[in-house]
């Protein structure tokens, strides 16, 4: 079973717009970090945000959230207040446990192009 | 901070030949390290990872093989490139803030 979904294969939204990019997970794990990361054209993969498992409140950097609902096992980003530079791929990746030396599993991802 | 080291950027290599893909960080120590493979279009695929000296797991059995001679330094190797060796190869490693650092990747073509 796939243990990062990205329904979403592209996106598109205004500039200056809200967007929400949608990541369902599945672990048995209690302990578990979530992860999103933005890879432009250049390839290059750029770390954005962080929602621990025991985390009460969702993480926030910016003009990124992530909305996570831990009983649904979903971590969505939203990114406010879009920018022509946010146009890239995403994805969202989990790391499970203690023990599991730091291996992320990575979801498939979403284009997201912002239109001017 | 950690900074990730990758050459060559871009490898265009013919089927059959050999591989060696160099990955080196500065700025820390004992660091876990890591090799994903992404296909055109799609997510990462974890290939190998250690977390010391002379220490390889493979997630998945394939054509490639990884060493670590030094503590900063993975290597990624074949001795025969299949076509479907062909993708965007990642090092990475990870902070000691739980941050996952990647280097700017070497882009593979076998011909």
């Known amino acids: 079973a796939q243990k990062i979904t990205q329904t979403q294969p592209g996106m598109f939204v205004q500039e200056k717009e809200a967007v929400t990019l949608d990541c369902t997970y599945d672990?048995?794990?209690?302990?578990?970090?979530l992860f999103w990361y933005k890879q432009p054209s250049s390839g290059e993969m750029i770390f954005l945000i962080y929602?621990?498992?025991?985390?009460?409140q969702n993480a926030t950097e910016g003009r990124y959230s992530l909305n996570f609902q831990k009983a649904r096992k979903s971590a969505n980003l939203v990114i406010s207040a879009s920018q022509l530079g946010d146009s890239a791929m995403y994805f969202c990746?989990?790391?499970?446990?203690?023990?599991?030396?730091?291996?992320?599993?990575f979801g498939d991802g979403t284009t997201l192009t912002v239109k001017p | 901070s950690q900074t990730i080291h990758q050459w060559p950027a871009t490898l265009v290599q013919p089927v059959g030949s050999p591989l060696s893909l160099e990955c080196t960080v500065e700025?820390?120590?004992?660091?876990?390290l890591y090799w994903y493979r992404q296909a055109a279009g799609r997510g990462l695929q974890l290939l190998f990872y250690?977390?010391?000296?002379?220490?390889i797991s493979s997630e998945v059995p394939q054509n490639l093989s990884a060493s670590r001679p030094q503590d900063r330094q993975f290597i990624l190797s074949s001795k025969k490139l299949l076509l479907s060796d062909s993708g965007f190869y990642l090092c990475a490693c990870i902070s000691a803030y739980n941050e996952q650092f990647f280097g700017p990747g070497t882009r593979l073509t076998v011909l």
């Open positions: 250690s977390v010391g000296i002379g220490q």
């Open positions: 990746a989990m790391r499970e446990g203690p023990t599991n030396a730091g291996k992320s599993t």
């Open positions: 672990t048995s794990d209690p302990s578990y970090g």
């Open positions: 700025g820390t120590s004992n660091p876990n």
């Open positions: 929602q621990g498992s025991y985390d009460q």
